[in-house]
């Protein structure tokens, strides 16, 4: 079961990252317009988080490693896109007036609102390779299958917010929904890991 | 002369191509008619034609349409134009005009490299372009206390317009750019799912407005009161002379200002929460 459950985690935290990043584009917009290097700084954004959350969820790794501090990274996540949701229009607002060229004022707002969730989303991967892996010999398949249903995640959040989603909620529903099951999906495996 | 190349002189030919930031921006000329496109062979939509042994004369019908908001507003002193194509509405606006100051936003610059090449537009004094996204030109001028007697929209990608310049957000800040008694005028389709939508969108920040429908669907708004019928008649007049130079006609225009609302009210109202125009476009209804 909590192997089951870190592959989960990690393939939610696929979809939630990719999900987040598009609708950021449709947070951005308004303030900085549509511009590809609107999209060119959201994207920069999102890969240096992740880059580093990878360091960062390696390192995290060495110390007592646990199905439980995974699903604590996932509800740092969720909760670290909170901010965007309350105060998204106002910091918007105040970087555009601070920064008025759109690709660093795109750049800044990208690093203020998603770097943090995005971070944590990647220190998931690495970890979750940790708790997966007892052996060297299969260490390779895990990492495999860990990527696999991580990248297959973000596939399908992508897939399903641009062509469905925002058909039917709004911006902010749709990341207060993604915010909900990541919540639920890391006290799962927080309150998993206590009964055993 | 091969066979091929014989017949390509009577099909559309490939004047000028040119790859920019967001697309590549075409040029065909079939006879006397050269159009800016971004699809091959102008396979989705022409962004903008001209005559070239006529320059003068609007070849598409929105154009036409577009002009009509003279109709409601005759002496704009300060126009903004978002989006700019080969230029066939700043200028006439310019030639119409000369006085007015004309404010241009057009956030390809390989677009306005080519409509001074191939579409004979050119800055002046009085014609002004702006390399920009629309919607930050418009918060911009919004801090800058600017206002616009006319604004016309009209940015369109090879697709449709962009989705944040649909929303309702965004038509509130182009109100609020307008100067008292401004007016507005916007290019959009007349089909597709997404018609309904845009409707209600408008309806929800100009309360009425005039409804110009052919292939296209001009919508021409108001900060302030919608003149009446014999005021449109009395106005049509003013620049009957120049317009008529243009192609446009009165006689054919002012009928049209008389479309009565023939969407759904119901329709959900596009926001910068809940935006998916180019969804919404895919479905004819």
Redesign the interface.
């Known amino acids: 079961m909590p192997v089951l459950l870190c592959y989960l985690i990690a393939g939610w935290s696929g979809f939630f990252v990719m999900a987040v990043e598009l609708l950021g584009g ?1 947070l951005l ?9 609107v999209w060119g700084a959201i994207i920069t954004i999102f890969m240096l988080a992740l880059s580093l959350g990878y360091l960062a969820g390696g390192r995290y790794s060495m110390h007592s490693p646990s199905v439980r501090r995974l699903g604590v990274l996932l509800v740092a996540a969720a909760v670290a896109v909170l901010p965007v949701l309350i105060w998204g229009e106002p910091m918007l607002d105040a970087t ?2 601070h920064v ?1 060229d ?1 690709r660093f004022g795109s750049l800044l707002a990208a690093t203020v609102l998603f770097f943090i969730p995005t971070f944590f989303c990647g220190m998931i991967s690495p970890y979750a390779v940790r708790l997966l892996v007892t052996e060297a010999g299969s260490s390779g398949r895990h990492a495999g299958q860990l990527y696999f249903v991580s990248t297959f995640g973000s596939a399908a959040g992508t897939l399903l917010t641009s ?1 469905y989603l ?2 039917i ?5 749709i990341l207060l929904t993604l915010l909900i099951i990541s919540v639920a999906l890391g006290l799962l495996a927080v309150a998993r890991e206590h009964r055993l | 002369m091969t066979p091929a190349a014989a017949s390509a002189q009577t099909e559309q030919q490939l004047l000028h191509s040119e790859r920019s ?2 697309r590549e921006v075409m040029v065909y000329q079939k006879r006397d008619l050269r159009c800016m496109c971004f699809t091959r062979n102008c396979r989705v939509g022409r962004q903008s034609c001209m005559d070239v042994r006529a320059p003068d004369q609007f070849v598409l019908n929105y154009t036409r349409m577009m002009m009509g908001s003279l109709y409601v507003k005759p002496q704009p002193q300060s126009i903004l134009i978002i989006g700019l194509g080969g230029g066939t509405l700043p200028r006439a606006l310019a030639q119409i005009l000369p006085q007015a100051v004309i404010d241009v936003v057009e ?1 390809d610059p390989a677009v306005v490299r080519v409509a001074a090449a191939y579409f004979d537009f050119h800055v002046s004094d009085h014609v002004r372009v702006t390399e ?5 030109f418009v ?2 001028a919004l ?1 800058g206390e600017r206002r616009y007697d006319l604004i016309m929209l009209d940015a369109f990608d090879h697709e449709y317009i ?3 310049l649909l ?1 309702q ?2 038509l509130r800040e182009v109100k609020r750019l307008l100067a008292p008694g401004g007016v507005v005028a916007a290019n959009t389709f007349s089909s597709s799912r997404l018609y309904d939508h845009e409707s209600v969108t408008y309806a929800s920040v100009y309360g009425t407005f005039f409804n110009l429908k052919r292939e296209n669907r001009v919508i021409i708004a108001a900060e302030g009161p919608l003149p009446s019928a014999a005021v449109l008649q009395a106005n049509s007049a003013i620049h009957a002379r120049e317009l008529t130079a243009f192609g446009v006609d009165a006689e054919q225009l002012l009928p049209l200002f008389a479309g009565r609302p023939d969407w759904n009210p119901r329709a959900r109202i596009l ?6 125009a180019n ?2 476009n895919l479905g004819d209804e």
């Open positions: 449709r917009a308004p303030t900085f317009g549509s511009s590809i290097y555009s007036i008025p759109p062509f925002v058909l909620l709004e911006v902010n529903q | 930031l967001y956030i920009m996204d629309g919607r930050v918060r911009r801090r962009p989705e944040h929303t957000e965004f926001t910068d929460q809940y935006s998916p969804l919404l």
